[in-house]
């Protein structure tokens, strides 16, 4: 009896026990506002919350990381996958989700970590918003913003122009941290490769005016260039079809930092002692900023004047923009200027110090208001006049006669069924989108301090609220109603139904792929999808489309498409890549696996006399090191014979030369922008020699 009862009551507490750990689970699941909920993970878990919400509601929800990098899937009431966010952060910084409801119900938000393997980690989740959605666009533009609207993080400036007249003009988050001063519609923002289109623009005024022309060979005004044998004209440097180099990689292949003093003289001293193009003149389009830095010069040459004072008095004036300038000292000081971050994990936001005092290329100060101005002058010019403006907008064309979607500094390009032209920037934490939408009398400017925000996608949602979605008519097959409806969302990425393809086809395409002479493109199986990388570029997730065809970019308007050619015996040996109306075949690079003493015969001192730059290559643990006094060092993995890839993007592929003795004499590096830099070995360096860490 006594046994029994011992075993009732222990029943009992059991069921207690239960009782109170499926109510906090199920309390602890339920998002409410004003709470913050923190949990771990690791690899290989889920966590589910879920939030009951009415039809037409806007949401935001802000998930932190805290070593972990975690992806967010949002399901409807009906459990249909919705939302997919990853954002570039990887385990440091926030994941911002914000939606609209369609339907009323619990909507569900999973939360997984992107590697299988990952270690426990934590986050926190709040969920910062519930509100009616807009229905007026300044409304709904505010709520696209809603993740930056707080003086606790960085932030951005919008202007919207349409018919002539400023619709839109706000600005949100924070300017400068150390003294709390907050964006506003007058904010100061470096648009970094924005800035091109002016450059252009006063290329466009000069051939206009018959000082220069656009089939001038450049070393007319430029003479220390080097003579490659071909000519290079203004209109390859303004369609990016010279060959030169490009002086950001160039530079940092010679071990500057992106946050040095860079000048003018310093690109001009690195772009003179060139020996080589990346290819010929006018065979390719390969975007080069080099080639913008050098139109300014040839601007100041021409006219006896500095070009940032050419610019003010014949442009900036006339049109009332008294807030822009291009910034050629990096000691001067600039009112009303916002400075540039990032975020670093659990140290928060940190500067990203940006020291350029070169222009032409980038450094244009301004601000979204201003931009309107600029905008406006498109359809009424005060500065130039038709034939300028036409001028602007005349797009390229390469040697073999195709087309090409690039202008002056402007890219035209297609957004449903509407012609617009567009140009985007990004140095260190500044990021900025331009838009012009002629048929539609519209305009609009984003631009922001912070390096995780969007502003190409902030754009085109603003311009979705102007332009409706084209109809199909009924021999295109158009859906009901109820068959349109999809979730919006704002900040995070809208995927469709993605195709799920074989974890064995994915491994079947998983290599390196030789594209062009030093340009490898890095395919990889990650957590059942493909991820690709191209050498110089940062890692992107390829989007399905079938089980041969993949996209980087949205699903509607691709950056790129990759197409898998798999042969016999479960092989791949080729892929095609298209970016717009331009296709490359790419082969895959065989298996090259060197022993430890046969790494030895690349270990030595090597030195490029292009760029005065010296590299160390050393043998440490059967794996070579490329070792740089100031950039430090990184592991080189073999791709194919005397082929490595390098886990640094300036220095990416290496490839190794022989003499007549079947002796390693040097290699050539390539970055995509940079291809087959020439390094001369000069020394065989000891495999145990000390040498300063990463």
Known sequence: MAW??????????????????????????????????????????????????????????????????????????????????????????????????????????????????????????????????????????????????????????????????????????????????????????????????????????????????????????????????????ISNLLYHTSGLRDQWNLLSMSGWRMDDVITKDHILNMIGNQQQLNFVPGDELLYCNTGYTLLAEIVERVTGEKFSAWMKKNVFEPLGMDNTLFYDDHTKIV????????????????????????????????????????????????????????????????????????????????????????????????????????????????????????????????????IPEPELNDEEGSQPDEEKSKLKSEESEQKPDETIVDPKLLEIYSGNYKIDEGIVACIRHEKERLTGQLAGDEKHDLIPMNDSTFVIGDMESPQLTIIFHPGENDRCDSILIREGKRQFTGRRVKTFNPSGEELNEFCGIYYSFETYTRYDIKAESDTLKLCHIKAGKYAMHPAEYDNFIADIWFMRDIKFTRNLDDRVDGFLASNGRVRNLRFDKIKFCPVKEEYPRK
Not at 37 to 64: C, H, P, S
Not at 130 to 157: C, F, R
Not at 384 to 406: F, I, P
Request: glycine letters at 8%; charged letters at 25%.
């Open 4 to 233: 029994e009862i011992r075993v009732n009551s222990l029943i009992k507490i059991l069921f207690s026990i239960l009782f109170l750990i499926t109510c906090t689970i199920s309390a602890e699941n339920e998002l409410e506002t004003g709470e913050k909920y923190t949990r771990e993970l690791k690899g290989g878990e889920t966590d589910t919350w879920e939030i009951e919400l009415d039809k037409d509601e806007f949401v935001y929800i802000r998930v932190m990381q805290s070593d972990l990098d975690i992806i967010l899937k949002l399901f409807d009431p009906a459990k249909n996958l919705l939302i997919e966010h990853d954002s570039p952060n990887g385990e440091n910084g926030y994941e911002n989700l914000t939606f609209h409801t369609i339907t009323e119900g619990v909507y569900s938000l999973e939360i997984s970590v992107f590697e299988e393997d990952s270690p426990r980690g934590s986050y926190t989740i709040e969920l910062i918003k519930v509100e009616k959605s807009a229905t007026d666009i300044p409304g709904k533009i505010d709520q696209m913003l809603a993740a930056y609207s707080t003086d606790e993080n960085p932030g951005a400036s919008i202007a919207v122009l349409k018919d002539g007249e400023i619709v839109y003009s706000k600005g949100v988050g924070t300017a400068n941290f150390e003294y709390d001063i907050p964006i506003t519609e007058n904010t100061i923002f470096h648009i970094a490769s924005v800035s091109k289109q002016f450059t252009a623009f006063a290329i466009a005024m000069l051939s206009r005016n018959g000082i220069i022309s656009l089939n001038d060979d450049i070393r007319k005004y430029i003479p220390e260039i080097h003579d490659f044998g071909y000519v290079i004209t």
């Open 335 to 466: 009112k009303n200027r916002a400075y540039s971050y990032t975020f670093s994990g659990k140290e928060g936001y940190k500067k990203r110090v940006l020291n350029y005092a070169n222009v032409g290329a980038t450094s244009l100060f301004t601000t979204a208001t201003d931009l309107t101005k600029w905008i406006r002058n498109f359809e009424n010019p005060v500065v130039g006049d038709e034939r300028v403006m036409a001028l602007m907008n005349k797009t390229g064309r390469l040697n073999n006669g195709d087309h090409l979607s690039y202008a002056f500094g402007q890219g035209h390009n297609v957004f449903r069924g509407v012609e617009y032209w567009s140009h985007g920037g990004a140095d260190a934490g500044y990021r900025s989108w331009m838009g012009r939408f002629p048929e539609e009398h519209l305009g609009i400017v984003v631009l922001s301090n912070y390096d995780a925000f969007a502003p190409a996608r902030i754009g085109h949602r603003i311009a979705a609220l102007f």
